[in-house]
């Protein structure tokens, strides 16, 4: 089985996703909170430098809703090493991204949809997708076949799903609770479309759900919450066996001794989704609010038995 980190704004920074791949190596694929392409045409250097470590292996996120902006984005991105996956963000359903057409908005006009598609091909490594089931409330296989449709037409291998409707109406945090899961359709979707790799995510956060989507020819996930809360979970269920988690926590740590946009709260976010349900969370968690650098976080895991 192999987990792909959903793009989440305020978590997937290089901090979070750093740690997931040190800890899953090749069983995990990353990819970076949303970037609106604006930001890469205007202010390149810092949007990468503060986005993506020089040895990153994540995938960029981008959002953009004029093609002509897109396609100098991607020029510019077709210049960085150290990315070498685009993804087109077609689902984000937040307020403030509905009034540039950006993200699930976009959709509503599939003619505009395409002419971005038409520049994402110009990007010259990977390239995915991700989207929603459907947009408004009403399931509709329609949306999501004719969305495939196009991907495919564009030779777009890689897509995922995130598996219920989005709803412009509504904030984000309605939009994961009121529009309901719907698993079968994208069963559906795998079956017409078995050339496009079809990847879900939502509610993807136990066993059960897991065995549930493995058994229907499903052996990717992307996982977005769940991780969030709690960057074990995989590992918690049986799936993945991690050792040794101190010395690669000490290597991740290290790889942030010379990083000159350091956000020492923004590590220490990260470092405590590895500190649900373990033995003293509350001290070390305490002790970790308190340090003042890395070399104290270091020294905290290292005076620690936290995992046996």
Known sequence: MNYHLAPMMGYTDCYFRLLAEKLYKSHITTFSEMIVDKAIIYNESKTIDKHFLENNISAIQIAGSDPKELKLAIQKLNNVDRINHINLNLGCPSSRVQENKLGLALTQYPTLVR????????????????????????????????YLSMFQEFEIKKVYIHCRNGVLNLDTKKNRIIPKINYELFFKCKQEFS??????????????????????????????????????????????????????????????????????????????????????????????????????????????QIWN
């Open 115 to 146: 002419e971005c598609l038409d520049a994402l091909k110009t990007y010259n490594k990977k390239i995915s997708v991700k989207c929603r089931l459907g947009l408004g409330l009403e399931e509709d296989q329609n949306y999501i076949f004719k």
């Open 195 to 304: 050339n496009i790799e079809l990847i879900p995510n939502g509610e993807i956060n136990d066993l059960e759900t897991i065995n549930y989507l493995s058994n229907n020819d499903t052996n990717q996930f992307m996982i977005g919450r769940q991780f969030a809360n709690d960057l074990l979970f995989i590992e918690k269920l049986g799936l993945i066996e991690i050792d040794n988690k101190i010395p690669i926590i000490l290597d991740y740590l290290g790889s942030f001794e010379d990083y000159k946009y350091l956000n020492l709260n923004l590590l220490k976010k990260a470092i405590f989704t590895l500190l649900s349900k373990v033995n003293r969370a509350k001290k070390i968690k305490k002790d970790i609010t308190e340090a003042d650098s890395i070399i104290q976080i270091k020294n905290i895991f290292e005076s620690n």
